[in-house]
T-cell receptor
Framework: NAGVTQTPKFQVLKTGQSMTLQCAQD?????MYWYRQDPGMGLRLIYY???????DKGEVPNGYNVSRLNKREFSLRLESAAPSQTSVYFC???????????FGPGTRLTVL | QQPVQSPQAVILREGEDAVINCSSS?????VHWYRQKHGEAPIFLMI?????EQKGHDKISASFNEKKQQSSLYLTASQLSYSGTYFC????????????FGTGTRLQVTL
């Protein structure tokens, strides 16, 4: 089992460009999450999906959109990247909230 | 509402004990503890549900005081492998899906 996988691992964007971060889990989990981690700020929830077909905003949703494509996949889209979105992005999943969350390896995003 | 963790950082010698605290100003449904090593993803340690239970995981244990909305993580006889940043995450009563993390406590264990 791969657990939670994320692509890409690293990405550099220019201001205004768009991109989609991909996340997939093979543990048959119902809930999936997107966090961003900035130095000194801890992990902040961007969006989550409690179950297939539902998505909800977290603490810092502005500038992001998500899609729960199916039970396995949960993508995060930046429509017009800004330097303030430079961060490490983690995807996580759990069998249901608020149980143990399993994190992916993260995507390090730099916006110039 | 982000929980408050203390201390922000602690340095221990191998074999010493440490306590990390996590507090919230709102009623909590559960408290979660994670450890993250530099450059890696957070790893789950334990969950405590309201009811004041205490849990243990090897030489790491935690308590949850529901009345005070506080949790403490206890690391006894620390090992080098305990080094990393510890995060508490809280779920408020009535918001079962949202886990809000504190800013973390950086723990360094030295020889």
């Amino acid at each position: 089992n791969a657990g939670v996988t994320q692509t890409p691992k690293f990405q550099v964007l220019k201001t205004g460009q768009s991109m989609t971060l991909q996340c997939a889990q093979d543990m048959n989990h119902n809930s999936m999450y997107w966090y961003r981690q900035d130095p000194g700020m801890g992990l902040r929830l961007i969006y989550y999906s409690a179950s297939e077909g539902t998505t909800d905003k977290g603490e810092v949703p502005n500038g992001y959109n998500v899609s729960r494509l199916n039970k396995r996949e949960f993508s995060l889209r930046l429509e017009s990247a800004a330097p303030s979105q430079t961060s490490v992005y983690f995807c996580a999943s759990s069998d249901r909230a608020p149980h143990e969350q399993f994190f992916g390896p993260g995507t390090r995003l730099t916006v110039l | 509402q982000q929980p408050v963790q203390s201390p922000q950082a602690v340095i221990l010698r191998e074999g010493e004990d440490a306590v990390i605290n996590c507090s919230s100003s709102k009623a909590l449904y559960s408290v979660h503890w994670y450890r993250q090593k530099h450059g890696e993803a957070p790893i789950f340690l334990m969950i405590l549900l309201k009811g004041g239970e205490q849990k243990g995981h090897d030489k790491i244990s935690a308590s949850f005081n529901e009345k005070k909305q506080q949790s403490s993580l206890y690391l006894t006889a620390s090992q080098l492998s305990y080094s990393g940043t510890y995060f508490c995450g809280t779920v408020l009563t009535g918001t079962a899906s949202k886990l809000t993390f504190g800013t973390g406590t950086r723990l360094q264990v030295t020889l």
